[in-house]
């Protein structure tokens, strides 16, 4: 079946960096773009970023700029988001997710929507 | 920047009642867009509309989507006990590239 499969939990002291993986199976890797959404303790969805998987394209948030690297290994159907400079209010659940644009026009695309997510990485941030 | 604001912030209702969720972005989007996403207590979310108003495989027909412009609305028809939980829309293609609203809880009465 697809889904996406995340790395286990991550403690992390402020200053330090962490990687987050994100394996696909069940579908063609290369047809659908990931991105990756994080939920602080309580709080609402906050997007980070995107990738591409079949050109290496990416986008993150302007707040996020500069602290996260998206990437992929497509050898084996896996994303890896990686956060820098950690401080506490990155202290959140991270997941990943697919998504599927259609290009219709020059000018127009249609977005299916975030239809499969991974189950979520818990980063702790705590000295 | 896309503004999402959604309401009400919180719902309570019973079994069986409708539920209307809005959803207003503050600029025009397209409806091909606009989707809405299902998330319960320590689950990942749930997409269940794209476009605006396209059920995702698998939602069930109590669930609609309409709208368009800046103003969308998510309904369920008929609340069953496993619909209550916090609902999200979100947009696609402004900037930043994706927003999702703040979230409606719908809780039981």
């Known amino acids: 079946q697809v889904q996406l499969v995340q790395s286990g939990a991550e403690v992390k002291k402020p200053g330090a960096s962490v990687r987050v993986s994100c394996k696909a199976s069940g579908y063609t890797f290369n047809s659908y773009d990931i991105t990756w959404v994080r939920q602080a303790p309580g709080q609402g969805l906050e997007w980070m970023g995107w990738i591409s998987p079949y050109n290496g394209n990416t986008n993150s948030a302007p707040r996020l700029q500069g602290r996260v690297t998206m990437t992929t290994d497509t050898s084996t159907s896996t994303a890896y988001m990686d956060l820098r400079s950690l401080r506490s209010d990155d202290t959140a659940v991270y997941y990943c997710?697919?998504?599927?644009?259609?290009?219709?026009?020059?000018?127009?695309?249609?977005?299916?929507?975030?239809?499969?997510w991974g189950q979520g990485t818990t980063v702790t941030v705590s000295s | 920047e896309i503004v999402l604001t959604q309401s009400p912030g919180t719902m309570s209702l019973s079994p069986g009642e409708r539920a209307t969720l809005s959803c207003r972005t503050s600029q025009t989007i397209s409806s091909s867009s606009l989707a809405w996403y299902q998330q319960k207590p320590g689950q990942a979310p749930r997409l269940l509309i794209h476009g605006a108003s396209s059920r995702a495989t698998g939602i069930p027909d109590r669930f609609s989507g309409s709208g368009s412009g800046t103003d969308f609305t998510l309904t369920i028809s008929r609340l069953e006990p496993e619909d209550f939980a916090v609902y999200y829309c979100?947009?696609?293609?402004?900037?930043?590239?994706?927003?999702f609203g703040p979230g409606t809880k719908v809780d039981m009465k």
């Open positions: 997710a697919r998504f599927y644009l259609e290009r219709r026009s020059s000018s127009y695309s249609y977005y299916y929507g975030m239809d499969v």
């Open positions: 979100q947009q696609y293609g402004g900037s930043p590239l994706f927003t």
